[in-house]
């Protein structure tokens, strides 16, 4: 116990679908930073990448939303050769 009454906890550990997602979460925030600093598209295209690792919902909505486009420029493309 240290002066302000806190205690260590022994035999800690992170469970095992976390450390992939903490890692790209770290990751991701590092290469914002670098890509607001350098002003690279690249390096913000690369954290953009590690972010959507770490979150599957934004994942399947960015789908989504990609399939809407699709499909309306697939009709869009039909109509045009009939």
Known sequence: MNE??????????????????????????TLLGEAIVKHDHRIFAAALKKYLYCNKKVISKLFDIFKDIIDDEMQKASAFFD
């Open 4 to 29: 302000k009454k806190r205690y260590a906890v022994e035999n800690q550990f992170v469970p095992e679908p976390f450390p992939d997602k903490v890692s790209a979460l770290s990751e991701f925030q």
